[in-house]
């Protein structure tokens, strides 16, 4: 490998993150500069509908095009909980959503090099472009968003191209962006190749009332355990897993913990004479 091998990575002496690869609305360069390089805009595509594989295999984009409805939600307090008298500060936060743009060519370092050669393997193996739904590079990390009923391609592309070679699964972990987001639920799949020393991220995109995905084990055993936790903490259903259990709640538990909608409870507690209600039940201290 090249010193370019490693940029577009925090690694010493690399692209620093949120440097000029990133197409991030906050950091990297912007929309001026990277058009200036020679990028173009991304070809608007249709909102993401992973249900139908055949409509989306006929969407005429790029993958960086951007074929998905990105999550947008301002956060708004820390427990939820209005008109409660809460005097922690925290209910009090207003905060913007952010959702990082879709990326736009050239993406620097190299993320041109394995977005073309995952295009390239995804082809010959008759996986339809429309199976990458979009590709986002946020400070200086890519992720692509990827069709659910297309992961175990993905995933199995990823790690038998000889030019791509991501043979491990560090990670797959959940998301609720709440209640009022479309498709709240998403899961990540964080990937490292060991041959290449790089890392990537792929993402899927969820209905709340059919939260079902193809379990990856069969291409990463690694990623067992880390789809029982998933599924015990927001209800992904991960079809086709050797055992799809709690591995956290106990087996009888009621509900995902980890879902903006469950109940945040907790219990009182007796602090020098005094009881403080739990967090979705606080008021005033007076």
Same mark, same amino acid.
């Given at each position: 490998?090249?010193?370019?091998?490693t940029?577009?990575t925090s690694?010493?002496?690399?692209e620093?993150?949120?440097?000029?690869q990133?197409s991030?609305?906050s950091?990297?360069a912007d929309?001026?500069?990277?058009r200036?390089?020679?990028?173009?805009?991304?070809?608007?595509?249709q909102?993401?509908?992973a249900?139908?594989?055949?409509?989306a295999?006929?969407?005429?984009?790029?993958? $960086?095009?951007?074929?998905? #409805? *990105?999550?947008?939600?301002a956060r %708004? @307090?820390m427990?939820?909980?209005s008109g409660?008298?809460d !005097?922690?500060?925290?209910?009090?936060?207003?905060l913007?959503?952010?959702?990082p743009?879709?990326?736009?060519?050239?993406?620097?370092?190299?993320?041109? $090099?394995?977005a073309?050669? #995952? *295009?390239?393997?995804?082809?010959? %193996? @008759?996986?339809p472009?429309?199976?990458v739904?979009?590709? !986002?590079?946020?400070?200086?990390?890519?992720?692509?968003?990827?069709?659910?009923?297309?992961v175990?391609?993905?995933?199995?592309?990823?790690?038998?191209?000889?030019?791509l070679r991501?043979?491990?699964?560090?990670?797959?972990?959940g998301?609720?962006?709440g209640?009022?987001?479309?498709?709240?639920?998403?899961?990540?799949?964080?990937l490292l190749?060991m041959?290449?020393?790089?890392?990537?991220?792929?993402?899927?995109?969820?209905?709340?009332?059919?939260?079902?995905?193809?379990?990856?084990?069969?291409?990463?055993?690694?990623?067992?355990w880390?789809?029982?936790?998933?599924?015990?903490?927001?209800?992904?259903?991960?079809?086709?897993?050797p055992?799809?259990?709690?591995?956290?709640?106990?087996?009888?538990w009621?509900?995902?913990p980890?879902r903006?909608?469950?109940?945040?409870g907790?219990?009182?507690?007796?602090?020098?004479?005094?009881?403080?209600?739990?967090?979705?039940?606080?008021?005033?201290?007076?």
């Amino acid at each position: 490998m090249t010193s370019d091998d490693t940029k577009g990575t925090s690694k010493d002496g690399a692209e620093p993150t949120g440097g000029p690869q990133s197409s991030a609305e906050s950091s990297g360069a912007d929309a001026a500069a990277q058009r200036a390089a020679g990028g173009t805009p991304p070809t608007a595509g249709q909102p993401e509908d992973a249900g139908q594989p055949e409509q989306a295999a006929e969407v005429d984009t790029a993958p $960086e095009g951007g074929t998905r #409805l *990105a999550p947008t939600r301002a956060r %708004r @307090g820390m427990f939820g909980v209005s008109g409660s008298g809460d !005097t922690s500060g925290f209910g009090g936060l207003r905060l913007p959503g952010y959702v990082p743009a879709p990326a736009e060519r050239p993406f620097g370092g190299w993320f041109d $090099e394995i977005a073309d050669e #995952l *295009a390239d393997a995804l082809a010959e %193996r @008759g996986v339809p472009r429309g199976a990458v739904q979009q590709i !986002t590079i946020d400070r200086g990390e890519i992720t692509f968003y990827v069709q659910r009923d297309r992961v175990l391609d993905l995933c199995r592309t990823l790690r038998d191209d000889p030019g791509l070679r991501f043979e491990l699964c560090s990670a797959v972990s959940g998301v609720d962006y709440g209640t009022e987001v479309e498709q709240r639920l998403h899961v990540v799949y964080h990937l490292l190749s060991m041959t290449y020393r790089r890392r990537i991220r792929l993402e899927v995109a969820l209905d709340v009332d059919d939260p079902h995905l193809p379990s990856v084990v069969e291409v990463y055993p690694t990623a067992d355990w880390h789809e029982r936790e998933t599924w015990d903490m927001f209800g992904v259903i991960f079809d086709g897993h050797p055992a799809l259990t709690r591995i956290l709640m106990p087996d009888d538990w009621d509900g995902h913990p980890q879902r903006k909608d469950y109940p945040l409870g907790g219990i009182p507690v007796e602090y020098k004479g005094a009881e403080i209600p739990p967090p979705d039940q606080r008021r005033s201290y007076t």
